[in-house]
């Protein structure tokens, strides 16, 4: 990890990123506390589909732009764009408002999120693309922690307005950073030389699930991590539910679970880049799983809040594990040209996925209780399991043994290559 931290463009791109996920959940926490004051349960479901919508429905164009935009051009004006989406909520605490500027936040955030992420490899080197992923889930993770409690405290402290003018300037430092990175991936050859047009058709660039669905590693793993988020997503709508209602707990307690969970996540993040060989990976992917679903299912079976508390870290830290195995794997197998494409393909469907969860588990809550809920949760997550260890198996590594940059048919900039 320390190799890491000394290259200066690392620093600033796993920095970035976390700063990325700070204002996120500051903002989110801002959000969820103005409507529980002033308005309806609806609402925040409203709000939490708002977050995720753009992601999911922008995945497509936004991978393509990666792939075929400079970084640092790109990068700038997605953070931009967030300036503008946080900076338009100081003008109204309207829900329309509000729904209409996340939109534009997120929006930013569908073209940052695998943009950073794709650059990071360039930065790091191939060789230190698993412990890179690694470290930035794990940072990601502290900064979501520490972004939840500094929005509830910040809120407390200097309003609803001090919170998002704080959101609005960590947003506008990811405009420095983007400049700042001195590393960057131009596009469709952008930077060298460039021949003498051809009077020949442009190629057409591959869809991101098109190159995952060539790779049957890259592909299982990324489904083993939808159907991981469809299955435990839906948790975090109830479980304040099951801590205050269900086992009489406090705030307090419930406030200490959640930095059981992130804590633990933190943790996993940080030990899984020790793990090397995608082999070892996808084996220590698959018993997170089911260790992470066994551990929520106990979880709904409690008699006591004291309980939570050391599920949670494991639970937390099997998350951890999950997080940074699953993008290394893909990360690491794709080629560099296409991986804006791919991570943007496969948050967008992990997106879309979290949010069927919450739906689904909101509904449910209602109709058996949030121990069935987190049992449930917990059982669907060990399925998860053997359908990762396909990845392993000898059929997926048939013709896959090597990265996806290395499948035929591809250029160098990630586009199909004409017929002759």
């Given at each position: 990890?320390?190799?890491?931290?000394?290259?200066?463009?690392?620093?600033?791109?796993?920095?970035?990123?976390?700063?990325?996920?700070?204002?996120d959940a500051?903002?989110?926490?801002?959000?969820?506390i103005?409507?529980?004051?002033?308005?309806?349960?609806?609402?925040?479901?409203?709000?939490?589909v708002?977050?995720?919508?753009?992601?999911?429905?922008?995945?497509?164009w936004?991978g393509?732009?990666?792939?075929?935009?400079d970084?640092?051009?790109?990068l700038?004006?997605?953070?931009?764009?967030?300036?503008?989406?946080?900076a338009?909520?100081?003008?109204?605490?309207?829900l329309?408002?509000?729904v209409?500027?996340?939109?534009?936040?997120?929006?930013?955030?569908?073209?940052?999120?695998?943009?950073?992420?794709?650059?990071?490899?360039?930065?790091?080197g191939?060789?230190?693309?698993?412990r890179?992923i690694?470290?930035q889930?794990a940072?990601?993770?502290?900064?979501?922690?520490a972004g939840?409690?500094?929005?509830?405290?910040?809120?407390?402290?200097?309003?609803f307005?001090?919170?998002?003018?704080?959101?609005t300037?960590?947003?506008?430092?990811?405009v420095?950073?983007?400049?700042?990175?001195?590393?960057?991936r131009?596009?469709?050859?952008?930077?060298?030389?460039?021949?003498?047009?051809?009077?020949?058709?442009?190629?057409?660039?591959?869809?991101?699930?098109?190159?995952?669905?060539?790779?049957?590693v890259?592909?299982?793993?990324?489904?083993?991590?939808?159907?991981?988020?469809?299955?435990?997503?839906?948790?975090?709508v109830?479980?304040?539910?099951l801590?205050?209602?269900?086992?009489?707990?406090?705030?307090?307690?419930?406030?200490?679970?959640?930095?059981?969970?992130?804590t633990?996540?933190?943790?996993?993040?940080?030990l899984?880049?020790?793990?090397?060989?995608?082999?070892?990976?996808?084996a220590?992917?698959?018993?997170?799983?089911?260790?992470?679903?066994?551990?929520i299912a106990?979880?709904?079976?409690?008699?006591?809040?004291?309980?939570?508390?050391?599920?949670?870290?494991?639970?937390?830290?099997?998350?951890?594990f999950?997080?940074?195995l699953?993008?290394?794997?893909?990360?690491?197998?794709?080629?560099?040209?296409?991986?804006?494409?791919?991570?943007?393909?496969a948050?967008g469907?992990?997106?879309?996925?979290?949010?069927?969860?919450?739906?689904?588990?909101?509904?449910?809550?209602?109709?058996?209780?949030?121990?069935?809920?987190?049992?449930?949760?917990?059982?669907l997550?060990?399925?998860?399991?053997?359908?990762?260890?396909?990845?392993?198996?000898?059929?997926?590594?048939?013709g896959h043994?090597?990265?996806a940059?290395?499948?035929?048919?591809v250029?160098?900039?990630?586009?199909?290559?004409?017929?002759?």
């Amino acid at each position: 990890m320390k190799e890491l931290l000394r290259i200066r463009d690392a620093r600033i791109a796993l920095g970035a990123r976390a700063l990325s996920q700070l204002g996120d959940a500051m903002t989110l926490i801002a959000l969820s506390i103005l409507i529980a004051q002033t308005g309806q349960p609806l609402d925040l479901t409203v709000l939490l589909v708002a977050f995720a919508a753009p992601v999911v429905a922008l995945s497509s164009w936004a991978g393509r732009l990666v792939d075929t935009r400079d970084s640092r051009h790109l990068l700038t004006a997605a953070a931009l764009v967030q300036v503008a989406g946080s900076a338009g909520l100081l003008a109204s605490t309207s829900l329309g408002w509000q729904v209409g500027c996340i939109l534009v936040i997120q929006s930013g955030q569908a073209v940052a999120g695998p943009g950073w992420g794709a650059l990071l490899p360039r930065i790091v080197g191939e060789e230190k693309v698993g412990r890179a992923i690694g470290l930035q889930q794990a940072l990601g993770s502290a900064a979501w922690l520490a972004g939840t409690a500094l929005g509830g405290l910040a809120f407390a402290a200097v309003g609803f307005h001090g919170v998002i003018l704080i959101d609005t300037l960590a947003f506008g430092s990811l405009v420095g950073a983007a400049l700042a990175v001195r590393t960057h991936r131009a596009g469709a050859g952008a930077g060298c030389p460039a021949p003498t047009p051809a009077p020949t058709p442009a190629p057409a660039l591959e869809s991101g699930w098109r190159i995952l669905h060539r790779d049957r590693v890259s592909g299982l793993v990324v489904a083993g991590l939808v159907l991981f988020v469809v299955a435990l997503e839906g948790t975090n709508v109830v479980e304040a539910f099951l801590v205050i209602d269900v086992l009489g707990a406090g705030p307090a307690a419930y406030g200490l679970l959640g930095l059981c969970l992130g804590t633990g996540v933190t943790v996993g993040s940080v030990l899984c880049t020790r793990i090397d060989g995608d082999r070892r990976r996808i084996a220590v992917l698959s018993a997170a799983a089911g260790t992470l679903g066994l551990t929520i299912a106990a979880a709904g079976l409690v008699g006591s809040v004291a309980w939570l508390y050391p599920l949670f870290v494991v639970a937390g830290l099997a998350n951890g594990f999950i997080n940074g195995l699953g993008f290394a794997l893909v990360v690491g197998r794709t080629a560099d040209a296409a991986r804006g494409r791919v991570l943007a393909a496969a948050m967008g469907t992990i997106r879309g996925g979290s949010v069927v969860s919450l739906l689904v588990a909101g509904v449910a809550a209602g109709w058996y209780g949030p121990r069935a809920v987190f049992v449930g949760a917990g059982l669907l997550t060990v399925t998860v399991a053997p359908v990762l260890l396909l990845a392993r198996g000898r059929r997926a590594w048939a013709g896959h043994g090597e990265p996806a940059d290395a499948s035929p048919g591809v250029t160098e900039v990630g586009a199909v290559e004409p017929a002759a």
